[in-house]
């Protein structure tokens, strides 16, 4: 800008150098009119779009933009439904009253074979994998004897009861008095909750020692603290609620908060991953989209409830995809969130079953949502902020000036644009236009599909009174603010259009002024 005031000055020196012998005058008055380019704008959609929907914002491959939004509300355990109580069991070996003789070597007794129920019910387990656990034990008399504490040894076995790694039975001997054994890392085999145990009995060296009638040696083995790493058999018919939870549609909310939105194929998707080999029912009790004032059921298929795929091996998965019959009328009702509550049947209307679930199983409900920025909309506003730089110009020999606006419009969307001047700190001193004037920028023509085919161009130029064109002089910035509706046809009726990244609206703001100069 300044080398085109040079250019200017230049000229009138040049006419300075006039020889005045052959014109004779004292001075001369020039008028010209100048034109000074003021700002560039160049509005996206991205202007459009609050900082908290940025991070939500995609394109698909051909650029068309949209929401994304995605989330596992749930991941609901049924491990829960599944403790394993402490358990108790007593083996108890009858001594025969009356002296026993003394021995230097140890003298077997018996043996006892039984079996521990883990009293479970509903469940009728056939296989536990422990990984915590532990098996406190006890060996002595109901009687003291004579002399007192007859040394004893039982020697405890449970075939079915293996460490996973090496496969050995549990194994383990318990002298007078007590101990413990940790469980972790054993896999128990049963029949409906029970497993076999032997113990064995030993007397150890002894001197005579007289045994009152009715002593029992009691072995006495308490099962604690038990967890599993994985349970198998049938786990019962039992349900279990899900909590009430909830996704944020926040760009309903900020960008597109106040914006009548008719949106041409939005996508809800809902999928259930079940990691339990368990068959599954679903009953959403709330599954809707809310918004204040106001909420909208889904309608779903399979309908409610919804029968759930389970994996056949552990470590696997069975996804259950849910359609959104309504999905259109989901997302087009603007909602803020969109949640869901309900509970799991398991086993519905079963006696049995082989079933399985591991501690890391979870039942996943996650949702989905895609907003694309393609139909029918009014309201939307973007702006931007542009700086100005009029050093080297004197306001005050301005004789008339105005601004030239021209605009270069690919959005599918008629821009009212007002524009703000403004101080170095962005606080608004005054506006170009009339609160009741509207500059229109034309949108851009669109295909049946609302594909562009060409921009809207447009050109305006405003008068500015000596106030603010005193204001302009003072301004740092320029606000260009643009509330934009939708294309029409030729009825007046809004058209489905497709919003892309690529699309921009270009404005180019200049000062036309005429100014008034004197040479002497």
């Known amino acids: 800008m300044r080398n085109r005031v040079l250019t200017f000055l230049s000229v009138v020196l040049l006419v300075s150098c006039i020889n005045d012998k052959d014109y004779d005058f004292s001075e001369v008055t020039l008028s010209p009119e100048i034109a000074f380019p003021l700002a560039f704008g160049d509005l996206a959609l991205a202007n459009m779009i609050t900082r908290k929907d940025s991070a939500y914002i995609r394109s698909y491959p051909d650029g068309l933009l949209y929401f994304s939004y995605s989330q596992t509300l749930g991941a609901t355990s049924i491990h829960d ?32 074979n039984g079996q521990i129920d883990l009293n479970l019910n509903p469940q009728k387990l ?10 406190n034990h006890t060996l002595g008399l109901s009687i003291n004897t004579s002399p007192p504490n007859l040394p004893l040894q039982a020697v405890v076995t449970m075939t079915d009861v293996v460490h996973k790694s090496t496969l050995q039975p549990l194994t383990f001997s318990t002298l007078n008095g007590s101990g413990s054994k940790q469980l972790k890392d054993y896999v128990i085999k049963m029949i409906n909750n029970q497993f076999n145990i032997t113990v064995d009995l030993i007397i150890k060296p002894h ?20 967890d599993f790493g994985y349970i198998k058999g049938f786990l019962g018919d039992q349900t279990t609620p899900i909590p009430a939870q909830s996704m944020e549609v926040s760009v309903f909310n900020s960008t597109l908060k106040g914006v009548s939105v008719s949106l041409v194929q939005p996508v809800v998707k809902l999928r ?11 009953n959403f009790t709330s599954l809707q989209a809310r918004k204040t004032g106001g909420t909208l059921p889904f309608q779903i298929s399979p309908s409610n409830p919804v029968t759930l795929g389970a994996p056949s091996t552990m470590g696997t998965s069975a ?15 603007a909602p803020q969130q969109l949640e869901y509550g309900g509970s799991v049947r398991i086993n519905k209307g079963l006696i049995s ?62 821009a009212y644009v007002q524009i703000y001047l403004t101080d170095e700190n962005y606080q608004v001193k005054d506006s170009i236009f009339a609160p009741n004037q509207r500059y229109i920028v034309t949108a851009s023509s669109v295909s049946p599909s609302g594909e562009l085919l060409a921009p809207g161009v447009s050109e305006f130029k405003v008068g500015l009174d000596p106030a603010k064109l005193s204001k302009l002089f003072d301004s740092k910035y320029l606000i260009i603010k643009a509330n934009m509706n939708t294309a029409r046809d030729k009825n007046g009726v809004l058209l489905n259009v497709k919003f892309k990244a690529a699309y921009r609206l270009k404005l180019n703001v200049g000062l036309l002024a005429r100014f008034n100069i004197t040479l002497k």
């Open 126 to 135: 056939t296989e536990i994998l422990l990984k915590a656990g532990t098996l």
């Open 207 to 226: 001197p005579t020692t007289f045994i009152a009638p009715g002593t029992n040696a009691n072995v006495r083995l308490n099962f604690a603290g038990m």
């Open 319 to 333: 996804t259950t995809d849910i359609l959104v019959n309504n999905q259109d009328a989901i997302l087009n009702f």
């Open 81 to 112: 439904l599944f403790p394993i109580p402490d358990n108790t069991s007593t083996t108890s070996f009858n001594l025969p009253a009356g002296t026993l003789p003394a021995s230097s070597t140890d003298t077997s007794f018996g043996t006892i």
């Open 353 to 414: 079953a082989n079933n399985f679930v591991m501690d890391t199983s979870k039942l996943r409900i996650s949702l989905s949502a895609e907003i694309p920025i393609h139909g029918r909309v009014s309201g939307i506003s973007m702006s931007d902020t542009l700086k100005i730089d009029l050093t080297g110009l004197n306001g005050s020999n301005v004789i008339s000036s105005s601004l030239r606006i021209s605009g270069r419009n690919e959005m599918p969307l008629d």
């Open 272 to 282: 259930v991953v079940n990691d339990n080999g368990v068959s599954c029912e679903l």
